[in-house]
């Protein structure tokens, strides 16, 4: 008898089956095998083979969620939106906004051969100049997002602009307040000192919300053939994906690795050239860039405390959360640092 594939946590690969049959008639050939793709730290991502295809499903994590994060139909809609734009994304197949098959909302979307690359190891041994050309190829790919006027791509509804920086802070608070498990003094006088300096939103633009070098995959001649992870996705200040990957700049390598260390490879470009250059590229000016960057410092601050408080509850999967709870702490007084309050 031909031997039953497994079921990975999260996956129930009989039912998964049969849902794709239904839906997408002779897609899937062979026996359906999956693998959890290790290094996510939100929403969980499985390769799907049928022994000749592969395909990709993303689902939400197990466990504790905030109630407005982790939004299926969301990524599955500005991926679909961006298929035919200068932005690289991977094609979606299919969307299940319910919980019958696998428990929660889920996605599938084609595979897409390249490298997310997190340690320095690798990106080192392209050499500096290479590297310093993916570097500036990441700033003008979110150049790129941000110059799409979202009603052509028919996004005009995909977010509000209006006062978007308060409620990223309100959300961010929320989600903090949501996975407390122990005080936290300098992250709480962080967000006390953001919320008193909000600064003025420049035009907003489709805003990905997560957008750094271990989201993108690069293919063998380095030019980036998809960037991923859109869970965060919205229409808001674009100022927001600047300041967070200045943060993973600065910050590249911190923590263990938790951080991932790729941006400290010889040649990546600094934070000052990421700023320059991304104003160059779109016009805009990057005004007030202090506060953003402590934002960003804060809000990965607020989702390494969910990925903590997960841990804590045994409800994570995969390797690398055991050392999440330093992460608070170390973001706090980078930001604090950053607004010059250290």
Not at 245 to 272: C, H, N, Q, R, W
């Amino acid at each position: 008898m031909p031997e039953i594939p497994a079921d990975p946590p999260g996956l129930d690969l009989a039912r998964l089956r049969a849902h794709l049959d239904r839906e997408l008639p002779g897609t899937v050939q062979g026996p359906l095998r999956a693998e959890l793709i290790e290094g996510g730290r939100s929403n969980l991502t499985y390769v799907l083979t049928d022994g000749a295809a592969r395909w990709v499903l993303r689902r939400p994590p197990l466990g504790h969620v905030l109630a407005t994060a982790h939004d299926m139909g969301r990524e599955h809609r500005v991926m679909t939106a961006l298929r035919d734009t200068g932005v690289p994304v991977p094609h979606t197949l299919l969307l299940d906004p319910g919980t019958d098959v696998l428990g929660a909302p889920w996605y599938l979307m084609e595979y897409v051969p390249g490298v997310a690359h997190r340690d320095v190891a690798p990106l080192a041994a392209l050499g500096e100049q290479r590297v310093h050309a993916l570097g500036l190829r990441l700033v003008d790919t979110l150049a790129v997002l941000h110059r799409i006027d979202p009603a052509e791509v028919g996004l005009a509804d995909f977010g509000r602009p209006e006062g978007y920086l308060e409620r990223q802070l309100r959300r961010w608070s929320k989600q903090l307040a949501a996975s407390r498990s122990r005080e936290l003094p300098e992250l709480d006088r962080l967000h006390g000192l953001l919320a008193d300096r909000l600064p003025a939103s420049p035009a907003p633009a489709l805003v990905h919300g997560d957008y750094r070098l271990d989201n993108v995959l690069v293919d063998d001649t380095d030019a980036i053939a998809a960037v991923l992870d859109w869970e965060m996705s919205t229409l808001g200040d674009p100022l927001t994906d600047i300041g967070l990957l200045v943060m993973y700049t600065e910050l590249a390598g911190v923590g263990g690795g938790i951080i991932p260390s790729a941006m400290t490879a010889p040649g990546f470009p600094k934070a000052d050239e990421v700023v320059s250059y991304y104003a160059e590229s779109t016009g805009r000016q990057a005004e007030d860039l202090d506060w953003y960057v402590a934002f960003a410092s804060f809000k990965l601050a607020a989702v390494a405390e969910g990925i903590h408080y997960r841990y804590q509850q045994g409800r994570t999967l995969g390797a690398g959360f055991e050392r999440a709870g330093e992460m608070a702490p170390i973001l706090a007084r980078h930001g604090l640092s950053t607004l010059k309050e250290n």
